[in-house]
């Protein structure tokens, strides 16, 4: 997965970010105070909106008899270039020791922009339309706040808020010397406060930025020894929503070359299952007398490394954003195991089996990946993955009496499983190391630090399978780590926040069970989980107390 390289310039690079890195820890802890300028998306890629839906344009604002105006406006900048400046109040010294956040007030002093076409307007029965412009109102605001964490030598990511008081300026289409003006401070309604994320990158870099040179390029990039990449960043408030990038700043990817390779996933046990109801096993088939299995299996790799291995068996050329690509794909290894035996009635008696299931000798059909570039390192992909499986069962009590059922060589249909995350947006993130050119699946690097996304595959033909894979570089440090703070995702902490979250589900996880609900961390034997949250995940929760 590792594209071929010269050793030496890579050699050369980390030298070169040695060098570098001491420089710029000798000059470049200040940043001076001063403006950041930005051009906003245009209406081909990603308009601006503001949406009057709380606070309408009331009735006869345009004209007697004029209906309130309750809508969406698509915007844009007016000029191509510079329609947006956030202005950094105060000089910024970083300290010398990386990580380091600091925090400077700032605020807008520039919006410029215009409709990306007419809105209509309803005027005593009959549709008017008029072009809108958007800048600020002279009503003064207080400051926002811009929180900049610089995480290496050359920069970091950083994050924004502040309160925003527009005026907009209506002009009536073929009569330009009707105008309106609505000004949302002059009307006493509250400032929009406008936020970022805080995980959007910048960069020292005084030749991009177009306002005065302070050594503050956000939106950017710069990793040293790869080419610039400019990033847009999203800025949105209650009503509104501005993608922003550095003016005159491209996009500097690399050439697209993502080389064929194979994919490692992991399976967390509890969370994937194989259903024979649809197509049972038949009667027989363990032995004589023994009943149709006809159950759900829950199945797992062993947690300890990839149980599953795709194969990408043609590069892929993504050069620039936008740019799509499908190349065939194969599963090249499966080796799942059942969290726990399953039960066959065998001439009026329960014997225990367990399973392991791998990949048949009768290969499957051509399977296939489509990738979409959609920024400089990553996008998005889905697949339709392809599986014949054979199931391998051994007796609990007599480990030498074996059971062996090839779906391909008994004729059974293969499993199609296709991905989605959720079902309603197959679409799932990839991304390409900067530094070595690695694909990886699964990975989102639109966020800072690049963030773990599980993959769910099930079947859309033959009998039902789902796993929930990982990339096996997230593979989960402890399964008690059920939730954040927020309650969002694990956090590298087993703490009070996973035992409220344990509580709350106490007792039988919602259906369809498998897959388990994330606070089913174990069961009685901890070999698996249970589809019931009880003691045993209550005392694994205690035994795992603190970090990961």
């Not at 969406?72 to 270039?81: D, R």
């Not at 990158?201 to 503050?216: I, K, R, S, T, Y």
């Amino acid at each position: 997965m590792v594209r071929a390289r010269n050793i030496t310039s890579r050699i050369v690079c980390i030298a070169l970010i040695t060098i570098l890195f001491a420089a710029a820890t000798a000059h470049a802890q200040l940043v001076l105070g001063g403006p950041d300028c930005w051009t906003s998306s245009d209406c081909a890629q990603q308009p601006a909106q503001f949406l009057f839906t709380e606070n309408p344009i009331p009735a006869d604002f345009f004209n007697p008899g004029s209906e309130p105006f309750v809508g969406t406006i698509e915007l844009q900048g007016q000029t191509g270039g510079i329609d947006v400046q956030i202005v950094r109040l105060n000089d910024i010294n970083f300290p010398p020791a990386l990580p380091a956040t600091e925090f400077v007030p700032i605020q807008l002093i520039q919006l410029d922009l215009v409709s990306c076409q007419p809105i209509t307007v309803i005027v005593a029965g009959q549709p008017t339309l008029w072009d809108v412009q958007v800048d600020l109102s002279p009503t003064p605001t207080p400051p926002g706040q811009m929180t900049i964490d610089k995480l290496t030598p050359n920069g970091g990511k950083f994050g924004f808020d502040f309160p925003v008081q527009p005026r907009f300026t209506f002009t009536k289409v073929g009569d330009p010397g009707t105008v309106r003006v609505f000004d949302t401070g002059l009307e006493a309604i509250p400032p929009i406060v406008i936020f970022s994320n805080g995980q959007d990158p910048w960069a020292h870099n005084e030749a991009l930025d177009p306002c005065v040179g302070d050594n503050f390029s956000p939106g950017v990039r710069d990793s040293v020894c790869e080419p610039l990449c400019c990033a847009p960043v999203l800025a949105q408030g209650k009503g509104f929503e501005i993608e922003l990038r550095v003016p005159g700043c491209t996009q500097e990817c690399d050439d697209g070359l993502i080389p064929a390779g194979i994919d490692e996933w992991a399976t967390p046990c509890g969370q994937s299952f194989f259903d024979f109801n649809p197509d049972p096993i038949p009667e027989n088939f363990f032995d004589p007398g023994s009943l149709p299995f006809e159950g759900v299996i829950e199945l797992g790799g062993d947690g300890l490394g990839a149980d599953t291995r795709i194969e990408r068996l043609q590069d892929m050329l993504l050069p620039e954003p936008g740019n799509v690509a499908t190349v065939p794909i194969q599963i090249v290894e499966l080796n799942l195991q059942s969290c726990s035996p399953i039960t066959v009635v065998t001439n009026g008696n329960p014997i225990e089996w367990d399973v392991q299931i791998d990949l048949s000798t009768i290969p499957p059909p051509a399977s296939s990946l489509t990738a979409t570039k959609t920024h400089c390192n990553g996008g998005t992909y889905s697949s339709v993955l392809q599986v014949q499986p054979r199931f391998t069962f051994t007796r609990v009590d007599d480990p030498l009496e074996v059971r062996v059922l090839d779906s391909g060589q008994d004729g059974r249909p293969p499993v199609v499983l296709t991905p989605f995350e959720p079902i309603e947006d197959p679409d799932i993130h990839f991304c390409v190391d900067d530094f070595f050119d690695i694909y990886l699946p699964a990975i989102d690097c639109t966020v800072e630090p690049p963030q773990c996304t599980d993959v769910c595959r099930q079947s859309i033909a033959g009998p039902p399978m789902k796993l929930l894979q990982l990339p096996v570089d997230c593979l989960p440090t402890c399964p008690a780590d059920i939730t954040n703070s927020a309650g969002g995702p694990p956090d590298g902490q087993v703490n009070v926040f996973d035992l409220l979250e344990l509580l709350s589900s106490w007792g039988q996880c919602p259906l369809p069970c498998p897959p388990s609900c994330p606070a089913d961390i174990t069961n009685a034997a901890g070999t698996g989980t249970d589809c019931e949250v009880n003691v045993f995940d209550l005392l694994n929760l205690l035994a795992n107390w603190g970090s990961c």
